[in-house]
């Protein structure tokens, strides 16, 4: 099997945020977020698995990884008094998705679509 340097690297990063994470999630008392480690670890090794025949890009592996990253931190980084995951980071999502709905709805209903 022969690994390359950028994948070590991106599973390394992988592995290295997983760990200390784990390790926040442990001292807090937090099982919830130790199923999300373990599920982290399972993806990581169907990522792995896979990588042999779909040979992802460097960028797709980062970007998973980076995702990764994210939904850890949501759970592990205080903010506030709560968590990352209980704030909301962007505020006008709602008003554009209800916006686009409405007009796709007056769209479809007036028989243009």
């Known amino acids: 099997m022969n690994i ?3 994948e070590w690297t ?3 990063v992988t592995l290295g945020y997983t760990a200390i994470f784990g390790a926040i999630f442990m001292t807090a008392g ?3 977020f130790l199923w999300y480690i373990v ?5 990581v090794g169907l990522v792995a698995l896979g990588q042999r025949k779909a040979e992802f890009p460097a960028w797709i592996l980062w970007a998973l990884s980076l995702w990764g990253f994210a939904h850890m931190a949501g759970g592990g980084v ?4 709560s968590v990352l995951y ?3 980071v962007v ?3 709602r008003r554009v998705i209800l916006s686009s709905c409405a007009t796709t709805s007056s ?3 007036t028989g243009l679509a």
């Not at 599920?39 to 993806?43: A, D, P």
């Not at 205080?78 to 008094?81: E, K, T």
């Open 91 to 93: 505020t006008f999502t």
């Open 30 to 32: 937090n099982s919830e």
């Open 10 to 12: 991106v599973l390394g």
């Open 107 to 109: 769209y479809t209903s």
């Open 78 to 81: 205080p903010v506030a008094g």
């Open 4 to 6: 390359k340097p950028f």
């Open 39 to 43: 599920t982290m670890l399972i993806l």
């Open 86 to 88: 209980a704030h909301v």
